[in-house]
């Protein structure tokens, strides 16, 4: 079962805007995870938020977390076509307990046109 | 340093056959999971490791076993393969510092095709 949901499923952009991708999940969390994965190819670490922590930036991304809401934002801001790719937040969900194991959800793909 | 490497990168069986996937990683990490991604779906956690001998199930281990002789190494095999487990398939691993965990560092997946 998915934990995280992301929304929307897929974006369109152009080149220079801004994206905002959300993410929600169904229980608490230690830690929410953001994770970049081009096509066809391995995921890629973006940023790693703590339960006790509301926002993070790295370079052009920032990560919002509301665990009131049990919600996440991941904003990439001044977009690139390099930035074409799906994006996933993961939570550590707990398989097995507290062992570091991440759910993931389903994603959104996001097309940058130059 | 590699990272995280897995071989082989594509393989097509026939229903049936069986095969060991091998995930290998040079960063010393304590933790190595292995996932599937089918089409359209995020990853579902297969079986994971919290240290060498030690292995448990995640969330789809049916039809899947897993070995950790060695720190470094990582295997699933499929005994007997079947279309539905027709996907790509991704090793990952990661550390925890203090009792707190850290990122999953992936490999470059396997793309396996069942026939």
């Known amino acids: 079962s998915q934990q995280g949901e992301e929304d929307p499923q897929a974006l369109s952009i152009q080149e220079g805007e801004n994206a905002t991708m959300n993410c929600s999940y169904k229980?608490?969390?230690?830690?929410l995870q953001w994770y970049r994965q081009n096509s066809g190819r391995g995921l890629v670490h973006l940023i790693l938020i703590r339960s006790n922590e509301r926002e993070k930036h790295s370079g052009r991304l920032r990560v919002t977390l509301d665990t009131s809401k049990k919600s996440s934002s991941l904003l990439i801001t001044a977009s690139r076509a390099a930035d074409t790719a799906s994006y996933f937040c993961?939570?550590?969900?707990?398989?097995?307990?507290?062992?570091?194991?991440?759910?993931f959800g389903k994603g959104t793909k996001l097309s940058v046109k130059p | 340093n590699a990272g995280v490497t897995q071989t082989p990168k594509f393989r097509v069986l026939k229903t049936g056959q069986s095969m060991t996937l091998l995930c290998a990683q040079d960063?010393?990490?304590?933790?190595m999971y292995w996932y599937r991604q089918d089409p359209g779906m995020g990853l579902r956690l297969i079986h994971y490791?919290?240290?060498?001998?030690?292995?448990a199930k995640g969330e789809v281990p049916d039809g899947y076993n897993v070995s950790r002789l060695k720190k470094q190494n990582f295997l699933l095999g499929l005994e007997s393969a079947a279309p539905s487990q027709t996907s790509v398939y991704f090793c990952?691993?990661?550390?925890?510092?203090?009792?707190?965990?850290?990122?999953?560092?992936f490999g470059p997946g396997t793309r396996l095709t069942v026939l």
């Open positions: 490791s919290v240290g060498e001998g030690t292995t």
């Open positions: 990952a691993s990661s550390y925890s510092m203090a009792g707190v965990y850290n990122e999953q560092f």
């Open positions: 960063m010393n990490h304590e933790y």
């Open positions: 993961a939570t550590d969900g707990g398989y097995g307990g507290s062992q570091g194991n991440l759910i």
């Open positions: 229980t608490s969390i230690n830690n």
